[in-house]
């Protein structure tokens, strides 16, 4: 009993102190203090499971130092101890193109999406890494070559509509919401909600003739009818 006392005490001592040290981390970062805030940030990576908020802030400041090479080999040795976490690559591709040399880097974008693998969490971390960078060509790339490896064309459905959205591309939003509701229905309210944000008035008649072609293809849907009478009303 008295164990597993001064193990809890111990967690929580250890939480606390990683708790001040986040802080005083991000209180260096936006205070230009990049050379302070990449010794926390590296210690705190080590010290936390190796979160990876932690390694990119740790990037961030070296990048903001100009500590290149001490960036890359950083990297590198991320990537050689653990290999299937691909979004490092869009760390990499980023470190190149900070410097103006974009041949390199969308080198390592290719192989962020070469290397990947069937693994959901991890198709998703890549295409936030992308999102992060507001590269959402490459982000939307991720995904759907992850529907491919998942066998599963409905998966990313959501994620791929936000994209379009951001893209300003609001047919291929409304066809990827509309595959969303479809792989389930109780996105429908959300849906609604999305498309009365984001659809000019007459953008409604693209949602109309999807609907009217989606009903047309598969009468056994119920809720294309649903919200086709939604759009009229």
């Not at 205070?31 to 961030?60: C, M, P, T």
């Not at 056994?220 to 649903?226: D, G």
Request: glycine share 2%.
């Amino acid at each position: 009993m008295r164990y597993k006392l001064l193990l809890i005490l111990f967690l929580l001592a250890t939480t606390f102190l990683g708790a001040q040290q986040s802080r005083l981390a991000q209180q260096y970062y936006q205070n230009g203090e990049y050379a302070k805030a990449a010794s926390l940030y590296q210690r705190l990576y080590e010290e936390q499971n190796y979160n990876d908020y932690y390694f990119e802030r740790y990037v961030e400041c070296l990048i903001s130092l100009e500590e290149y090479d001490e960036c890359e080999q950083a990297i590198k040795k991320q990537l050689k101890k653990r290999p299937k976490q691909v979004q490092l690559y869009v760390t990499y591709g980023n470190l190149y193109e900070r410097q103006n040399q974009e041949v390199e880097a969308n080198k390592q974008y290719r192989n962020a999406i070469k290397q990947l693998s069937a693994d959901r969490f991890i198709i998703t971390k890549l295409a936030n890494a992308f999102i992060r960078l507001t590269k959402y060509k490459l982000a939307i790339e991720a995904y759907e070559t992850g529907s491919g490896l998942l066998k599963d064309q409905q998966v990313f459905a959501y994620n791929l509509a936000d994209l379009y959205r951001r893209q300003g591309n609001n047919k291929k939003m409304i066809e990827y919401y509309l595959n969303s509701v479809e792989a389930n229905p109780s996105r429908m309210p959300s849906v609604k909600t999305l498309f009365q944000r984001h659809l000019a008035e007459e953008e409604f008649l693209d949602l109309q003739t999807q609907l009217y072609e989606r009903i047309q293809e598969n009468r056994e849907i119920a809720i294309y009818p649903e919200m086709l009478s939604w759009v009229f009303i």
